[in-house]
Antibody
């Protein structure tokens, strides 16, 4: 069974940093592209970042480019999102999501809540 | 970025109704469109990809159509489990973008 489990969320002050993790199981992690998607409270979905299976190709949304860094460790079946210079508008539930060929997000984690507030 | 516009924003319907949600892209995305269902406090669930391909395990009452800039999600006979928010998403061109969502409510 495919499972994605996010962790690392919490309360952080504006300008602070946080590192999210996503533990993957039930599939060959290195063979799949991965993403981070977020959802602000009561709002819609926003794609943030993509990473290929080999980490060779990475994309970011303009809203996080230069502040967030996506990475993966295929040996540990783990995906990460390093978030720096956090702002109040980064407050959201953050999901990791798997991509398979021609299919954007076929499996999602349960999400981890990040609150940016003083 | 490609803008995705869904209509309506809210839809009131009864069990057994045929429901259609529209999604328009600001430029052509070919067939690079997916639909998701999201229930409160839950992660989204993939329903349709490549505009009209039904994801495994999704009931056949869900169907998708369209290409280019206009797409539809149809629920042929609304069931109690279908009351939720639905999102379209383009994945033809980075950066990937979602529609604002359509909430399907009980009439």
């Amino acid at each position: 069974e495919v499972q994605l489990v996010e962790s690392g969320g919490g309360l952080v002050q504006p300008g602070g940093s946080l590192r999210l993790s996503c533990a993957a199981s039930g599939f060959i992690f290195s063979s799949y592209e991965m993403n981070w998607v977020r959802q602000a409270p009561g709002k819609g979905l926003e794609w943030l970042s993509y990473i290929s299976g080999t980490s060779k190709t990475i994309y970011y949304a303009d809203s996080v480019k230069g502040r967030f860094t996506i990475s993966r460790d295929n040996a540990k079946n783990s995906l990460s999102l390093q978030m720096n210079s956090l702002r109040a508008e980064d407050t959201a539930v953050y999901y990791c999501a798997r991509t398979r060929p021609f299919v954007p997000f076929d499996y999602w984690g349960q999400g981890t809540l990040v609150i940016v507030s003083s | 970025d490609i803008q995705m516009t869904q209509s309506p924003s809210t839809l009131s319907a009864s069990v057994g109704d045929r429901v259609t949600i529209t999604c328009r892209a600001s430029q052509s995305i070919s067939s690079g469109l997916a639909w998701y269902q999201q229930k409160p406090e839950k992660a989204p669930k993939l329903l349709i990809y490549k505009a009209s391909s039904l994801e495994s395990g999704v009931p056949s009452r869900f169907s998708g159509s369209g290409s280019g800039t206009e797409f539809t999600l149809t629920i042929s006979s609304l069931q109690p489990d279908d009351f939720a928010t639905y999102y379209c998403q383009q994945y033809n061109i980075y950066s990937w973008t979602f529609g604002q969502g359509t909430k399907v409510e009980i009439k």
